[in-house]
């Protein structure tokens, strides 16, 4: 086989398994990246928690401030607090308040299963990718070794004039 011949054939293969290296680490990246994303996101997953403990937390000391002030205001002004009207106010103001702080836990409880849930998500596209990546690489490797053995191969069959 002659010089060129053989530098050629080198180069191919050369090329094909930098190629082939390329489309594994582009994988690598990209499975990287969506794995970093899913941790992102559950962190917010995690905040997202944590403030609606703090926010149910604020909304009690809130509560009871109100109530605080209303039955302030009832006794300020004689009335009892523990029957009829103002009982029935009070309670009104605590059963609000109740079903306030359990609609923002709910909204914040599915906004962190989204979030969880993206997470899970973003993680089968790493995998998703980093597959993709190989079966790339495996492609790009064979490819480089079909085509530089027909090379080869052909360069065999072929007679050389004046030989």
């Not at 191919?12 to 390329?22: H, K, R, T």
């Not at 794995?35 to 937390?57: H, K, P, S, T």
């Not at 597959?131 to 080869?152: E, I």
């Amino acid at each position: 086989m002659p010089a060129t011949t053989s530098a050629l054939v080198a180069a191919a293969l050369i090329s094909g398994g930098i190629s082939a290296f390329g489309q594994y680490k582009e994988g690598q990246e990209a499975s990287a990246a969506y794995r970093y994303n899913a941790d992102i996101a559950e962190q917010e997953a995690d905040f997202i928690r944590q403030g609606a403990v703090l926010n149910e937390y604020r909304q009690r000391k809130r509560l009871q401030a109100v109530t605080g002030a209303q039955a302030a205001r009832y006794a300020k002004s004689g009335v009892s607090v523990l029957t009829g009207t103002p009982l029935d106010v009070m309670t009104d103001s605590i059963a609000n308040a109740e079903l306030e702080i359990s609609i923002d836990q709910w909204n914040a409880e599915n906004m962190a299963r989204r979030k969880r849930s993206e997470a899970q998500m973003l993680r089968r596209y790493g995998k998703s990718a980093m597959s993709m990546a190989r079966t790339k690489m495996a492609g790009t490797l064979l490819t480089t070794a079909v085509d530089t053995g027909f090379k080869l191969y052909s360069e065999k069959g072929k007679t050389k004039v004046g030989k």
